[in-house]
């Protein structure tokens, strides 16, 4: 059964860090990795996805990395801002599936 | 374009009432996904919609949880009696078709608090 884990659980940094978030999962065989943005009282945002044969994807400020051998990807935020505060999830699509196993999330705050 | 639709955002209810919980996916949007997530944790999957089939309900607590997708369009989920674990956010998504190749968009959820 795949699981996913992400830690920080939670993470305070002041305005203009760079900063990384961690995920890592169990089973290495997924289709692709997700990264969502959610927001007090909201639903989830899709901000990256990377395929099973790509390493890395990039959107503005954000930069997702995925080593699949080891069952690891990173999303790397830089020059953070107040309005990145929010939690981020990672999910993943294991080959043959067709769900996302999501992590528990990283509650990331960004303080001016 | 107008996202995925839930009512209601909150509710509190008594134990042992019911409750249900209605979503409306993105126009044309063949698969319709409930999920639960508790508090400080990812969203886990309850069932899954393939038009008015439910191809994946293995994670539905059967014996008090019940869900519908009349005609293909929206759904409804049902709790009847909720009980205090129910306190939680369910939340709706939809996508073209089913995943890995489709994106799937999500609602804003409903709070539910059991009393």
């Known amino acids: 059964k795949q699981e996913v884990t992400q830690i920080p659980a939670a993470l305070s940094v002041p305005e203009g860090e760079n900063l990384v978030l961690n995920c890592s999962f169990t089973?290495?065989?997924?289709?692709?990795l997700q990264w969502f943005r959610q927001d007090p009282g909201k639903g989830l945002t899709s901000l990256l996805l990377?395929?099973?044969?790509?390493r890395e994807q990039t959107s503005g400020r954000l930069n997702a990395s995925l080593d699949k051998s080891s069952g690891r990807s990173t999303l790397y935020i830089a020059a953070s801002q107040p309005g990145d505060s929010a939690t981020y999830l990672c999910?993943?699509?294991?080959?043959?599936?067709?769900?996302?196993?999501f992590g528990q999330g990283t509650r990331l705050t960004i303080n001016p | 374009e107008a996202g995925v639709v839930q009512s209601p955002r909150y509710k509190i209810i008594e134990k042992k009432q019911p409750v249900a919980f209605w979503c409306n996916p993105i126009s044309g949007h063949n698969t319709l996904y409930w999920y639960l997530q508790n508090l400080g944790q990812g969203p886990e999957l309850l069932i899954r919609y393939e038009n008015e089939e439910a191809v994946d309900d293995s994670q539905l607590p059967k014996d008090r949880f019940s869900a519908e997708r009349l005609k293909g369009v929206d759904s409804t989920l049902k709790i009847q009696p909720a009980e205090l674990g129910d306190s939680a956010v369910y939340l709706c998504?939809?996508?073209?078709?089913?995943?890995?190749?489709?994106?799937?968009?999500f609602g804003p959820g409903t709070r539910l608090t059991v009393l």
């Open positions: 990377i395929q099973s044969s790509q």
């Open positions: 089973d290495s065989a997924i289709y692709n």
């Open positions: 998504a939809s996508s073209l078709s089913p995943l890995p190749d489709n994106e799937q968009f």
């Open positions: 999910a993943v699509v294991g080959q043959g599936a067709q769900k996302l196993v």
